[in-house]
């Protein structure tokens, strides 16, 4: 969609605005300037072989401009009442090289940059420096705001541009203001923006249930190798089993691309059995778990089979996958643990466990509204794990002294979602504060449930954020409570093998509630019907 249906121009309008509130007094009223660096075509160490650019997410949103080796030049002049002679947005890109056509796609023409970026005008790279020099000149004393300089997180602003920015007597030059302002100008997202993360997660729901659908099929058979396949052929798409992380992985990212995505948001999570304990598990390099049938098991007897059933069959376990595609530079963000092995189906403690994580998910998304704090919700997930804990006989005691203790941090290490945007864990300077004065001080439970949380802040209409709850067997964590007095040790023994469950959804917060921008179904009945394959 990038173009001039992104409303870049209103992205800047924004940022500006915030921008003037947060300057010393002697600055507010003077013409401010924006001049950013675009990204440039990243390549492997020390070859020509270009990696996949993917746009800096700053300067898309004040541009719409994913062209590398592009810049932006931006001035505000709050002086001016009339709202189109206050500002003026510059979009610069590289030339048409002659040279490189033959080898990659062009740049657009200038005429071309015109219908496609929602920008006041548009030049050529190699008039920047003079449009600077014109810049300092009619407005003597502008402050330039630019992104960190000399950081590696930032694209490279050459010294060529700001070296007489910096020089003046009469200009300001900051790096201090520009990157938390907008920060807080991208936490809340406009309509625009909101169109394009619910398209990633429509088209992320799909790769997901489709990934399930192919474990379904193979349970019942349904996927039959035709004549000479991996033999005299390969096998093609609809041949293909699940039977290792990578060819879960490969199916999601083939389905997300096959929809125009063109960027994963994040290396995908394809974790399966004991892995799916570990967090950001990315490897996904393993097969599942295999075990010879031993007597009176009740295994996946038709399991991932190209015709009759195999002599070893799959162990029950889960498959954790937390992956989700780009749109134009806007996340999806989204995990669905499913069951493998066992016909499609939950053993008794799997089933026990995801439903214990979706009733943590579900009774927080109905908490969510405008005011809420975040550590709120992360509070009551850590409640109700305690109390499925102490249902199931895994815990033992008083809730209230083993909420006090924080073991339940053991099991639910991680916090229940950050803000979601154009980068996965958005914004972190707006999302969690240094300086937060938003925080209660007089908490329930322990300190070390906030530990990991992202975002510490009242919910506000228009954030996008994600609810991700999980519980999670690790041997590494169990360590820290395998003395507890409140931890049943015999009965958690059956449980520590499973690994671990999450079930996530990226939520828009509405003036009255939430709103799911995920579409691919948790609940149990539904996720068995379709990893069984009776659906």
Not at 88 to 116: F, G, H
Not at 126 to 147: D, G, K, N, R, Y
Not at 352 to 364: D, H
Not at 466 to 485: C, M, N, Q, R
Request: aromatic share 8%; proline share 6%; with cysteine.
């Amino acid at each position: 969609m990038s173009g001039s249906s992104y409303c870049a121009r209103a992205h800047v309008q924004r940022t500006f605005e915030l921008l003037t509130n947060v300057l010393p007094s002697q600055l507010k009223e003077k013409p401010q300037v924006i001049l950013l660096a675009g990204g440039r075509t990243p390549f492997r160490n020390d070859t020509d072989r270009e990696l996949p650019f993917r746009q800096e997410s700053n300067f898309y949103y004040l541009s719409g401009c994913s062209v590398p080796g592009s810049f932006l030049l931006a001035l505000y002049r709050p002086e001016h009442a009339s709202a189109s002679a206050r500002l003026n947005v510059k979009l610069y890109i590289p030339e048409i090289e002659v040279a490189d056509l033959m080898w990659s796609v062009p740049p657009p023409t200038i005429e071309e940059a015109k219908q496609l970026f929602d920008i006041t005008d548009i030049a050529y790279s190699s008039e920047l420096q003079s449009a600077i020099e014109s810049l300092l000149q009619s407005h003597p004393e502008a402050v330039f705001h630019t992104l960190p300089r000399n950081s590696p997180l930032f694209p490279t602003l050459s010294e060529d541009y700001m070296a007489n920015i910096v020089t003046s007597a009469t200009h300001t030059a900051t790096d201090a203001y520009l990157l938390s302002s907008l920060h807080k100008t991208r936490l809340i997202k406009d309509e625009n923006e909101v169109m394009m993360l619910r398209r990633a997660n429509d088209i992320s729901s799909r790769a997901h249930e489709t990934v399930m659908r192919v474990l379904g099929n193979a349970v019942h058979g349904k996927i039959l190798q035709g004549k000479s396949a991996d033999i005299d052929r390969p096998l093609l798409p609809g041949e293909w089993l699940i039977e290792k992380e990578e060819e879960a992985e490969a199916i999601f990212v083939a389905s997300c691309r096959r929809e125009g995505a063109v960027h994963q948001a994040y290396l995908p999570i394809v974790a399966a059995s004991r892995r799916a304990a570990t967090l950001h598990y990315c490897c996904n390099d393993r097969e599942f778990t295999w075990g010879p049938v031993k007597p009176h098991d009740h295994l996946n007897h038709d399991a991932l089979a190209h015709g009759p059933a195999p002599e070893r069959q799959l162990e029950p376990q889960v498959l954790l996958i937390d992956a989700g595609c780009e749109w134009d530079c806007y996340s999806a963000d989204i995990t669905r643990t499913m069951p493998v092995g066992n016909g499609g189906k939950f053993t008794e403690k799997g089933k026990q466990i995801y439903s214990l994580v979706l009733e943590m998910q579900q009774k927080s998304m109905k908490t969510l509204r405008p005011g809420v704090h975040w550590d709120t919700i992360q509070l009551l997930c850590h409640q109700i794990l305690v109390e499925g804990f102490l249902d199931l006989g895994l815990f033992k005691g008083s809730k209230d002294e083993i909420l006090r203790s924080g073991i339940s941090s053991a099991f639910f290490p991680h916090g229940v979602g950050h803000s979601l945007g154009m980068d996965v864990h958005d914004v972190p300077s707006a999302s969690k504060p240094v300086n937060n004065t938003t925080i209660s001080q007089d908490k329930v439970g322990h300190p070390s449930f906030y530990t990991y949380l992202r975002l510490r802040l009242p919910l506000a209409e228009g954030m996008v954020v994600t609810v991700e709850p999980g519980i999670y067997f690790h041997e590494h964590l169990l360590k820290a409570v395998e003395d507890s007095e409140y931890v049943n040790h015999t009965l958690l023994e059956g449980y520590r093998k499973m690994g671990g469950v999450r079930i996530e959804d990226d939520v828009l917060i509405t003036a009255d509630g939430y709103e799911n921008l995920t579409k691919v179904r948790s609940d149990v009945e539904w996720l068995e019907s379709v990893c069984s394959g009776e659906i």
